[in-house]
């Protein structure tokens, strides 16, 4: 899609989350929009973030330990944070941009992460919620049921069983600002999964990249997205074809594993997944 000179928001609600009303997207969006792209993509996120309809911040899934583990990360062309694994904060992403404005890091995790934020003033807050928990007791009893069967046949047949949903995935945003480029990302990871198991969101170039010539963000199954380096491989290949194309054969790659990305170059803008993915956009002209 061409859009040259125009600002842009694009906006997911992760790969899986057909479930959910998820027709807010564009409001999401508009909301969030301001002339700074970086703060128009962390809008976006902190506000989806704090709906507990998406595996994000309020909402995040619960870990087979009981435990809420959030990645988030934010990046500009050449600027990058992250957290992995934080607990007990509300808002993941505002604690990545402070890892990148505020730290000489590019990523802090788990504890380091969670004393970084209270250093800063995030207070505690507990982001599981009654669908969340609920869930949670259901995968528990599944995976007692199924402990011989390696991960992604115990998570396909949790599915079909209706035991627990697709996973309805990271949140994120990238946008277009008079001419330069932010990208946001945040997830509470993809279900089931151990204690300190990280996926692709906080790792830069896999679920997230941001450099002059365009912003990406992905959603779905981390470990396949982060092996395959997903967002920097699209990035790289920006001006090569049309985006469009681009995204279609880049997800095409995963088969049956769920992957979404969404992108922005200097005059398209694209999305593309092999499931449902909650996505819209806000445009405007300059
Ligand atoms: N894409 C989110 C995750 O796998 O953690």
Known sequence: MK???????????GVGSKERPLDDMK???EKAYSKNP???????????????????GTGSVIRIDGSVQMDAAVSI????????????????VLVARDVMEKTPHIILSGSGAVQFARKLGYGEYDPKTERTI?????????????????????????????IIDEPHDTVGAVARIDGKFAAAVSTGGAS??????????PI??????????GAVVAT?????IAKRVLCHRIYERINTDKLENILREEIEYFGENLAGVIAVSHDEHAFFSNGSMGTDMFKIKV
């Open 192 to 201: 089931p999964m151990m204690r300190g198991r990280v996926g692709d969101v």
């Open 38 to 56: 970086l703060d128009s993509v962390v809008n976006a996120v902190v506000i989806m973030e704090d709906d507990p309809r998406f595996n994000a």
């Open 27 to 29: 409001g999401i969006a």
């Open 220 to 224: 779905g199954i981390g470990e396949e």
């Open 3 to 13: 859009d040259s000179m125009e600002d842009i928001i694009l906006c997911h609600g």
């Open 77 to 92: 062309p050449g600027k990058f944070g992250s957290v992995i694994g934080i607990e007990n904060v509300k808002n993941p």
């Open 134 to 162: 609920s869930q949670y007791s259901k995968m528990v009893e599944a995976l007692k049921k199924e402990t011989t069967d390696n991960r992604y046949k115990i998570f396909k047949e949790l599915i079909r069983n209706g």
């Open 204 to 213: 830069p170039g896999a679920g997230i990249f941001c450099g002059e010539k």
